[in-house]
């Protein structure tokens, strides 16, 4: 796996090379999915944070050059957008070299960071700076294709012990997630 920012940087960060972009662009769209808020999605989100007591949450889904949070749960949306602005719509979307999804979708595998200043590959990643994330939990969103969709995730501004449950937590709603839009697509089933 290479690692390489697509554009300068003027600080250590290492975001993954994604090989497969067209790909994943070609199965979201198959499956009516892309860069539209859900509002099944974002109920998805709001369980996800319930279920992890994590103040934000996310259905990320990873496009070409920047991601999209389709699913969002945002208890203080202060936090995460500049200026003070209110409006959870705005960050919606995040550039490719923001945050850890990015990671998880070109690893393939679930990332526990209880404390990213304890990683340097992933202390210097401008959501730690901008929006003071302190902890990550995230799951690819696998389809039965093994295409790896986007991920479910979940920060906090403070430091998290998630450990194993936090991660079987993750993982299991990841797969249930994937289940639920392959049943929607297949059959016209609603997602909750």
Not at 1 to 27: F, I
Not at 146 to 170: C, F, H, Q, Y
Request: hydrophobic content about 40%; aromatic content about 6%; some cysteine.
């Amino acid at each position: 796996m290479s690692y390489g920012p697509p554009h300068p940087v003027a600080r250590l960060l290492l975001t993954p090379d994604d090989k497969e972009p067209s790909a994943r662009a070609a199965r979201l769209h198959e499956l009516g999915l892309g860069e539209q808020p859900d509002p099944a999605l974002d109920v998805f989100a709001d369980r996800l944070a319930e279920l992890t007591a994590a103040p934000y949450a996310m259905v990320n889904f990873i496009g070409e050059h920047h991601q999209f949070f389709a699913g969002l749960h945002v208890r203080d949306a202060v936090n995460l957008s500049r200026g003070g602005d209110r409006k959870p719509a705005l960050v919606r979307r995040m550039g490719w070299d923001h945050g850890f999804c990015p990671h998880v979708v070109v690893r393939r595998k679930a990332l526990v960071l209880e404390d990213v200043r304890d990683y340097p590959r992933f202390a210097g990643n401008p959501i730690v700076d901008e929006h003071g994330v302190r902890s990550y939990l995230g799951a690819p969103l696998t389809d039965s294709t093994g295409t790896v969709l986007g991920t479910v995730s979940v920060v906090d501004m403070e430091p998290r012990p998630w450990g194993k449950a936090g991660l079987e937590t993750i993982k299991a709603a990841a797969a249930d997630l994937v289940a639920r839009l392959e049943r929607r697509q297949a059959d016209g089933l609603p997602l909750l």
